[in-house]
């Protein structure tokens, strides 16, 4: 194990006694904001104890001077550990992290906010080494830092997003995952039945088997956070749900029919509703969760309320795995402007999930 030399008051009140299994926090997109929250987070002591950076020491060191530099604060010390279960060794005060399997120390030179290949094959190397992590039991579930989508396709990688990738893993580690995005905040939850594609394509994949296993997942999900018989508010994927058939009939002949299925086996769906209301009436209270049709659909609700408090939990891993509810930020990185608000709720969030499938 390797530490930085100088210590930091302020960031000692992260005790580095760690619990037997902690989360992991990978890097993200190496020139985002990613590097600065997770320092900022640390040096807030927002990220407590037993927690584990999967990234490069040079990228994290950098973001660690220019929030010193802007913020006259002191610096984040970093302790480059060989292991998992080195964690309890680590300094108190020290950032711990752990060396990926694939190193890239020469962007800690490379400017803020571009898109870099070489940040995209670091990112998917720090997830890969957090599922590999987490299926051998290591650790009890991982957050990750945003991800550049188009520095994911210059190195080559097939996945538009992170939800995609870690389905592929999880599969790679033989356990394969239908899987799911969900955005919570305090206020509403919604669990997306498409994701990552064009609209034009969302509309063809809304079929009556992703709209029951998606209600299915939902369903078996909400047992993580207290809820093992969630209300579940299904949204329409045409104006007004259809008006009857008026305007779509995949109400009529999609989602009514899925909806039935899903109640049949004793899950607590309703709808569909008309997408416009839908969401209003669950921040209400009456629903626990909100099924949408396509990603801008359910995602515009909850980040209007606020990214700060948002976070993005993949349903059906077999693990947990959280993130915080906005995207890379290219336009403020290195500034010191990022705020680490959703990066922490998004490790609450990892720590009650890995909770309940403890319990």
């Known amino acids: 194990m390797t530490t930085d030399l100088h210590t930091d008051s302020a960031a000692a009140s992260s005790s580095s006694s760690a619990p037997s299994r902690p989360l992991a926090l990978t890097l993200g997109d190496a020139l985002g904001i990613g590097p600065e929250i997770i320092v900022r ?5 927002r990220i407590g104890p037993g927690v584990v950076v999967i990234g490069e020491p040079a990228v994290l060191r950098r973001a660690a001077r220019a929030l010193r530099r802007l913020h006259d604060v002191p610096e984040v010390p970093i302790a480059v550990i060989d292991a998992v279960a080195d964690l309890a060794e680590v300094p108190p005060g020290a950032l711990p992290v752990l060396l990926p399997g694939h190193r890239e120390p020469a962007l800690a030179e490379a400017p803020w906010g571009t898109v870099d290949a070489r940040a995209g094959r670091l990112a998917a190397a720090c997830i890969r080494d957090a599922v590999a992590l987490a299926m051998r039991g290591e650790i009890a579930g991982l957050v990750t830092a945003p991800i550049h989508k188009e520095a994911l396709a210059a190195a080559g990688e097939p996945f ?3 939800t995609e990738l870690l389905a592929d893993e999880s599969a790679r ?15 509403l939850r919604t669990v997306l039945v498409t994701i990552h594609c064009a609209l034009r394509e969302a ?3 809304v079929t009556f088997d992703a709209v029951l296993s998606t209600l299915r997942i939902s369903h078996a999900s909400a047992a993580l956070w207290g809820q093992p018989r969630p209300r579940i508010a299904v949204a329409g994927l045409n104006p007004h749900a259809g008006e009857g058939g008026l305007f779509g009939r995949e109400e009529i002949e999609i989602i009514a029919p899925a909806i039935a299925a899903a109640r049949a086996e004793g899950i607590d769906a309703q709808g569909p ?4 209301t839908i969401f209003m ?8 969760l909100v099924l949408a049709m396509y990603h801008d659909q359910g995602l515009i609700p909850v980040k209007y309320l606020g990214v700060e408090q948002g976070v993005n939990v993949t349903l059906g891993l077999p693990f947990v795995r959280t ?3 906005h995207g ?3 336009d403020i990185a290195g500034q010191g402007r990022a705020e680490a608000d959703s990066l922490a709720a998004a490790l609450a969030m990892a720590r009650r999930l890995a909770a309940g499938a403890a319990g």
Not at 281 to 286: I, L
């Open 160 to 162: 538009p997003g992170h």
């Open 173 to 187: 580690h033989g356990r394969p995952a239908d899987v799911r995005m969900m955005l919570a905040n305090e206020e």
């Open 281 to 288: 009436r669950a921040r209400r209270g009456e629903f626990d």
């Open 41 to 45: 987070a640390w040096r807030e002591a």
């Open 323 to 325: 993130s915080p509810d």
């Open 273 to 276: 509703f008309p997408p416009d």
């Open 203 to 205: 509309i063809d994949r």
């Open 328 to 330: 890379t930020a290219f």
